[in-house]
């Protein structure tokens, strides 16, 4: 079983599942005219990240990683009417990109984008009158993931989601002599959850059009 049969079954499910969307298609066209790297969500990950937010009735969502706002977009599009996101890249050249996207898919006015270091804009964002976010999407850089988990609790409203991308890493997170700062990353975020008494998580593994990965996902029990 190879990359090809998973890109294979990828594009089935998508044609299966996913009507034609001309945002969508043009933010991914833009990204790629821009040069930017293809490392978004695929359409069917995209799709399982708002029917995360739907099922959960997500009025604000905060996102750590925006590249040129493809899972955004996803996101933004399942917030219930009048809720609002938060997404945070560190490239500008990214942000220039997502902003358009942005305006082309009609949701400018539902999305603050934010340019900066993710640790940086972070506190500034909790210092600010705001209720808590219903579900927070970690993809940024992956040396800091345990500290973007660790932000994101605070930030979340108890029974609020957290869903982390890329736990996996080809299957290297279950090499305990890993050498690879993103995957130490990783490594740290799991001793991480393993001692969190405020929420309840768990991890699956991915394979697809993106190669081997997997997601974690974190239900917020209290504060
Ligand atoms: N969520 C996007 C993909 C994000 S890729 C999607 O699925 O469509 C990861 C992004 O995180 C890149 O754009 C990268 O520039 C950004 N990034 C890297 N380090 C960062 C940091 N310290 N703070 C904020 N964003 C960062
Ligand atoms: C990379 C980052 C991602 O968020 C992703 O989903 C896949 C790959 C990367 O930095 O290589
Ligand atoms: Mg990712």
Do not use: C
Not at 167 to 177: C, L, P, S, T
Request: proline fraction near 4%; aromatic fraction near 8%.
């Amino acid at each position: 079983m190879t990359q090809e049969l998973w890109t294979a079954v990828d594009q089935y499910f998508t044609d299966a599942l996913i009507a034609p969307d001309d945002a969508l298609e043009s933010a991914l066209q833009a990204s790629a005219d821009a040069g930017l790297p293809s490392i978004q969500v695929a359409a069917n990950q995209g799709k399982f990240l708002a029917l995360l937010a739907q099922t959960i009735g997500a009025r604000s969502i905060l996102e750590m990683g925006t590249l040129g706002g493809y899972s955004t977009i996803w996101l933004a599009r399942a917030l219930q009417s009048g809720g609002t996101m938060v997404t945070l890249e560190y490239e500008p050249k990214h942000a220039e990109v997502a902003r358009a996207n942005f305006v082309r898919a009609g949701l400018a006015d539902r999305i603050d984008l934010r340019v900066g270091r993710a640790l940086d804009l972070l506190p500034p964002l909790a210092a600010e009158a705001r209720p808590p976010f219903d579900f927070v999407f970690i993809d940024a850089d992956k040396a800091n993931i345990d500290a973007y988990f660790e932000w994101a609790i605070r930030l979340t409203r108890i029974g609020g989601l957290i869903v982390v991308d890329n736990v996996v890493r080809g299957g290297a997170v279950a090499d305990a002599n890993s050498t690879d700062e993103n995957v130490q990353g990783v490594q740290r975020f799991f001793d991480r959850l393993n001692r969190e008494p405020r929420v309840t998580a768990t991890a699956l593994q991915t394979v697809g059009s993106k190669g081997y990965d997997g997601l974690a996902i974190a239900l917020v029990l209290s504060k």
